[in-house]
């Protein structure tokens, strides 16, 4: 195992750069059109709400539109819609090659866990290709105001990555990744609240020493940082939005 975590992380940057490379290039062949869709829909509410914002801090104080109450929390997301806007402005096309590129890296990244999870470089390739090519994410790659369940993704496997690494037996640091990782999905879309069930089930499933008690509490053990980033989540949100749970339909915020 530690020799494996070591051939990993020492891996020939060239390689892995191809390997990058090569979902890149599948990307934009399979989905190369959708640079042609310009903006519609919430795309516009989003960039009307964005083009009146003087900078970002303010996000963090109420919701993903900039309102007091109600609606979803997520700053980092007008983060990223902040920066894109002053960067790219009114050319949708930029924004739908950003959407391009994050998919891609999601893509790969879910090699590298398909990869680490097995030691099997072909399941890597399989796990990645899968997602890449699953038919239901065509409107979350067309469609640039759906980028929010894109970005907080690609954050989610990135810290499923350093998570599955530190408990393998790398250093540290690949924890704080994770850390980091799963904060950045949280306060990007609340669809990342799942993560403690998913980490904790990766570290009992993948694990290779031990019994399953003693895996589960180890789990136990390494995810309590992590229910301390979603508890100060859940109390951000309510104190921003109104409530914990809830946002389509949601009668109390009407």
Known sequence: SSNYIGSMVKGTQKKQWCIGGIYLAVTALVYYKTIFLGFFSDDYHFLSVISNADNVWHFFLSNNVGESFGGSYGPVLDVLWFFQYHLFGMHAWMYHGVVLLVYATTAYMVHKL?????????????????????????????????????????????????????????????????????????????????????????????????????????????????????????????????????????????
């Open 114 to 254: 398909g990869e680490l999870f097995t030691g099997k470089p072909r399941v890597g390739y399989v796990a990645g290709l899968l997602f890449l090519l699953m038919q239901n994410h065509t409107s979350a790659v067309a469609w640039i105001a759906v980028m929010p369940h894109l970005w907080a993704t690609l954050f989610f496997v990135i810290a499923l990555y350093g998570y599955s690494m530190y408990s393998k037996g790398a250093n540290s640091w690949w924890y704080i990744c994770a850390l980091v990782g799963i904060s950045l999905s949280l306060f990007t879309k609340e669809s990342a609240i799942m993560f403690p069930l998913v980490f904790f089930c990766a570290d009992v499933c993948f694990s290779t020493s031990g019994s399953l008690k003693q895996k589960c509490i180890t789990a136990t053990k390494r995810i309590l940082p992590f229910l301390l980033v979603l508890f100060l989540y859940l109390i951000i949100r309510q104190s921003i939005v109104g409530y914990v749970i809830g946002y389509y339909g949601d009668q109390t915020s009407t």
